[in-house]
């Protein structure tokens, strides 16, 4: 999927261990060392988004990441969707994508719609990966066409 994407996000501050003995996770590192060594020798034009919690706190961490375009969400959801948000007005302003409110509105509709209908199947909507994740990308891309 690395080399077929053009675009990528990768949220670094996704790296913190779940409790104090276990090892942090570092596979977003990972992917994005091998999302930018794809750009870099084999899909010049991929675009790479690269999200922190807070600013230059990468650099404790990974100092080898100079150059590239950090934004910082201070772990706020909305701050995560206007930034994504931006970073697509900035790579395709001809197409430009509704404000981040509204779209954090729809999102916000989406869960409540989708926790509904998984309850009206005796269906845990908090664990919607037992559902096939083909059968998840229809039932979200059936929602969006019906708000456009």
């Known amino acids: 999927m690395i080399s ?10 996704r790296i913190l ?3 104090k003995k ?3 996770r570092f596979n977003m590192p990972f992917e994005l060392g091998l999302d930018l ?5 084999a899909k010049k034009n991929k675009r790479c988004l690269i999200l922190e919690e807070k600013p230059y706190r990468y650099k404790e961490v990974i100092s080898d990441i100079s150059g590239q ?4 969400h201070e772990n706020d959801p909305i701050q995560i969707v206007k930034v994504v948000r931006n970073w697509i007005y900035k790579i395709r302003p001809q197409k430009k994508p509704k404000a981040y409110t509204i779209i954090w509105d729809l999102y916000n509709e989406f869960i409540y719609d989708f926790d509904k209908d998984m309850k009206a199947e005796n269906l ?9 994740f083909s059968e998840l990308i229809d039932l979200m891309t059936k929602w969006v066409k019906s708000k456009l």
């Open 22 to 24: 276990d090892l942090p």
């Open 4 to 13: 077929e994407s053009k675009f990528s996000i990768h949220d670094l501050s």
């Open 124 to 132: 845990n909507p908090d664990k919607m990966w037992e559902i096939p």
């Open 17 to 19: 261990p779940k409790a």
């Open 37 to 41: 060594g794809c750009k870099f020798y």
């Open 69 to 72: 375009d950090i934004s910082s």
